[in-house]
């Protein structure tokens, strides 16, 4: 898992959104005129990269405000919450230009091809340079991935759409049209259900894909003075932040500054071993309560 910060620049997604408006618009209107739904489908794509990257930047803007009296974490899971809005209508545009290229199948017609060509070619220039404008932005930033994933899906499917356009222009093979859209709709879904997945499991506060509990409690037990680790929570912020919370029996009644010294190669352990960046333990001895490792609290 990486927990490297990478600043992200609000220039470059600002910039990559006018370079998107100028594509869907440009797109629509070609869609519209030679009557391709592959077309209509790419500039469908570049909308709701638009509408992405949108959301992105405000929500970059937002989760980096401070925290305060009443929201104790920040506003972090902003760009969360932005992350799964963005897959998910990437998704339901999917499920749309599905039915569409069907309809297509059965009811074929003429497509003005020379549009295709032309307007899909300017879209692939305009998306390859979105791309590189946010591409080191969307590392370590799950918010900027899904919005750089609309970049890269959209480079591909235009790539696709010259393709179809070609065919069409040259041999008129019409049904190329839907089946390029179709193709497109399937990636659509494919390349977002990683990070509808991921960002649920955030929000539903689940612990870290790869991070064994009954390992880590192992590793906590040996530290010295430690008799078990129990009512454990861990859970992510967001990208980066891990969270953990629990309860530690000592096996003596240590004075108060031992306990804390005990409580530090705990923390120090567990961020250096386990990457966990916010540790919050609560120290007890011959304590009745359930010694399970995880305990559902009412």
């Known amino acids: 898992m990486s927990h490297h910060h990478h600043d992200v620049s609000g220039r470059n997604l600002f910039i990559t959104i006018l370079l998107n408006v100028v594509i869907t618009l440009s797109q629509i209107v070609g869609g519209l005129y030679s009557g391709s739904l592959s077309l209509l489908s790419d500039a469908m794509h570049n909308f709701s990269d638009v509408l992405a990257l949108v959301v992105a930047w405000v929500a970059h803007r937002i989760a980096a405000r401070p925290g305060s009296e009443r929201h104790t974490f920040g506003f972090r899971r902003a760009e969360i919450i932005a992350a799964l809005f963005n897959a998910s209508v990437l998704m339901g545009i999917a499920f749309f230009l599905i039915i569409e290229s069907f309809h297509k199948f059965i009811h074929p017609e003429a497509i003005k091809s020379g549009w295709v060509i032309g307007l899909g070619l300017l879209s692939i220039v305009l998306n390859a340079a979105s791309v590189l404008l946010i591409k ?100 992510r912020l967001n990208d980066h932040d891990v969270f953990l919370e629990a309860h530690l029996d000592f096996t003596s009644n240590l004075h108060l500054k031992e306990v804390t010294h005990t409580i530090e190669k705990v923390e120090r352990l567990l961020k250096e071993g386990f990457h966990i960046s916010h540790v919050t333990l609560q120290p007890e001895y011959r304590r009745g309560d359930s010694k399970e490792r995880v305990v559902e609290t009412a």
């Open 136 to 235: 080191d932005d969307a590392h370590g930033n799950m918010n900027i991935k899904a919005a750089y994933l609309h970049l890269m899906t959209d480079v591909m499917t235009s790539v696709a759409v010259v393709v179809g356009g070609v065919l069409m222009y040259y041999w008129q093979l019409f049904w190329v049209d839907p089946l390029v859209s179709l193709l497109i709709a399937l990636y659509l879904i494919y390349a977002s259900y990683d990070i509808v997945r991921e960002s649920v499991a955030i929000l539903m506060q689940f612990a870290p894909e790869g991070l064994d509990l009954e390992t880590l409690a192992e590793a906590v037990e040996k530290v010295p003075g430690i008799e078990n680790i129990h009512h454990i929570h861990i859970w």
